[in-house]
């Protein structure tokens, strides 16, 4: 294994997100006018929109379209492009789904990375595994790595348990790190650290369902971006997915100033009733004309989109925007698009995200 057992500890420091992708669909609404499609990338990955087409078939490039209005908060509208990632043609495939991609450049901050780009991912079920593969365009190819998992679901001495899942990488600039956030079981978030994105030494557990109200039974999906919040000190945000004895699942949220230790609000940040959903996740923040969203999926009992709310720069809103990415009916979304990743690759936005109905699906990406 990769992993390895030596615990290191940091200071405060700026994540400097990697390249990223978007994506678009079909749009059944709009909720907000037409706005510049231009995207930056950035410290907190930057937006991504909601198209309005059915997806091309697997592997082809999309058909040329009209343009379409900007997305809520005047993020752009983006096109599935292809499929990256499908389990039946990966060699570590235990269980025959794949969820939860994280896409970062690592060029300019790696001596020798294998390529220009990191795609983590893995497995959800028993036993899980967190997974890379790189290429040299967030549009692919991408290669599998060779020795996944890089961390399994029993890292002794440090914890052993049924999967390990959901990797979210952040660039720790200051340390010249790579933080990996995951999860095992669904109600412990862990943190570990590498220097080549590839070989991690164990850190610390940062997130349990103890550190939420009673009654909670989930915490994970955690994503972490940089994100100044003055008035509490911090200088990183989580999201995550919280589940509790009503099987519901809202969007919540914490803080830190050192990305180790955190404090979490009691409140969910975006409800699912606030939605009309009965379950949300997939959290992932963006940043835009000088505010914050978070974009979100539904479960596809409730439409299996990605959702959109403004929460200010300083987490006080709660500007409900709606419809940010349509999944589009045809393969590989079927209904379902979730956990996006964002980002740019010589100034094209571009979302790499979930595809498919949950664990039967794939990694794909989108274009805007």
């Given at each position: 294994m990769t992993q390895h057992d030596t615990s290191q500890h940091g200071d405060n420091g700026s994540q400097h997100a990697a390249?990223?992708?978007?994506?678009?669909?079909?749009?059944?609404?709009?909720r907000a006018a037409a706005a510049t499609a231009a995207v930056a990338s950035g410290v907190v990955a930057t937006g991504a929109a909601a198209g309005s087409a059915a997806a091309a078939p697997v592997g082809a490039a999309p058909a040329a379209a009209p343009a379409l209005a900007a997305a809520p908060g005047g993020f752009p509208n983006y096109r599935y492009l292809k499929t990256l990632l499908t389990p039946s043609?990966?060699?570590?495939?235990?269980?025959?789904?794949?969820?939860?991609?994280?896409?970062?450049?690592?060029?300019?901050?790696?001596?020798?990375?294998?390529?220009r780009y990191y795609l983590y991912y893995g497995p959800h079920d028993a036993p899980g595994g967190i997974c890379l593969a790189y290429g040299d365009s967030l549009e692919g190819p991408f290669t599998e790595y060779t020795a996944n998992p890089i961390v399994s679901n029993n890292w002794q001495p440090h914890y052993k348990v049924s999967h390990v899942a959901s990797p979210h990488v952040i660039w720790r600039a200051d340390l010249k790190e790579l933080w990996l956030y995951f999860h095992g079981e669904n109600g412990t978030t862990r943190l570990a650290r590498s220097k080549d994105g590839i070989t991690f030494t164990y850190d610390k557990v940062v997130l349990t369902t103890a550190m939420m109200p009673a009654g909670s039974t989930e915490t994970s999906y955690a994503r972490v971006f940089a994100h100044e919040l003055p008035s509490r000190g911090a200088h990183y945000?989580?999201?995550?997915?919280?589940?509790?004895?009503?099987?519901?699942?809202?969007?919540?949220?914490?803080?830190?100033?050192?990305?180790?230790?955190?404090t979490f609000d009691q409140t969910p940040l975006v409800r699912h009733s606030d939605v009309g959903a009965n379950n949300i996740g997939g959290p992932h923040l963006l940043s835009r004309d000088g505010s914050t969203y978070v974009v979100y999926n539904t479960s596809k009992e409730n439409g299996g989109n990605?959702?959109?709310?403004?929460?200010?720069?300083?987490f006080?809103?709660?500007?409900?925007?709606?419809?940010f990415y349509d999944s589009a009916n045809t393969p590989p979304d079927n209904g379902r698009s979730a956990a996006p990743s964002f980002g740019t690759d010589r100034g094209v936005p571009y979302m790499v995200y979930e595809a498919g109905e949950r664990l039967q699906g794939s990694i794909a990406v989108a274009r805007g």
């Amino acid at each position: 294994m990769t992993q390895h057992d030596t615990s290191q500890h940091g200071d405060n420091g700026s994540q400097h997100a990697a390249d990223e992708p978007r994506n678009p669909g079909r749009r059944i609404f709009l909720r907000a006018a037409a706005a510049t499609a231009a995207v930056a990338s950035g410290v907190v990955a930057t937006g991504a929109a909601a198209g309005s087409a059915a997806a091309a078939p697997v592997g082809a490039a999309p058909a040329a379209a009209p343009a379409l209005a900007a997305a809520p908060g005047g993020f752009p509208n983006y096109r599935y492009l292809k499929t990256l990632l499908t389990p039946s043609q990966l060699k570590y495939n235990p269980t025959g789904e794949i969820i939860f991609p994280c896409i970062r450049g690592v060029y300019d901050k790696l001596a020798s990375p294998l390529g220009r780009y990191y795609l983590y991912y893995g497995p959800h079920d028993a036993p899980g595994g967190i997974c890379l593969a790189y290429g040299d365009s967030l549009e692919g190819p991408f290669t599998e790595y060779t020795a996944n998992p890089i961390v399994s679901n029993n890292w002794q001495p440090h914890y052993k348990v049924s999967h390990v899942a959901s990797p979210h990488v952040i660039w720790r600039a200051d340390l010249k790190e790579l933080w990996l956030y995951f999860h095992g079981e669904n109600g412990t978030t862990r943190l570990a650290r590498s220097k080549d994105g590839i070989t991690f030494t164990y850190d610390k557990v940062v997130l349990t369902t103890a550190m939420m109200p009673a009654g909670s039974t989930e915490t994970s999906y955690a994503r972490v971006f940089a994100h100044e919040l003055p008035s509490r000190g911090a200088h990183y945000v989580m999201l995550f997915m919280l589940n509790n004895k009503s099987n519901h699942r809202d969007i919540a949220w914490g803080w830190s100033g050192d990305g180790r230790n955190w404090t979490f609000d009691q409140t969910p940040l975006v409800r699912h009733s606030d939605v009309g959903a009965n379950n949300i996740g997939g959290p992932h923040l963006l940043s835009r004309d000088g505010s914050t969203y978070v974009v979100y999926n539904t479960s596809k009992e409730n439409g299996g989109n990605l959702l959109i709310t403004e929460v200010g720069n300083d987490f006080s809103r709660r500007n409900h925007l709606g419809l940010f990415y349509d999944s589009a009916n045809t393969p590989p979304d079927n209904g379902r698009s979730a956990a996006p990743s964002f980002g740019t690759d010589r100034g094209v936005p571009y979302m790499v995200y979930e595809a498919g109905e949950r664990l039967q699906g794939s990694i794909a990406v989108a274009r805007g």
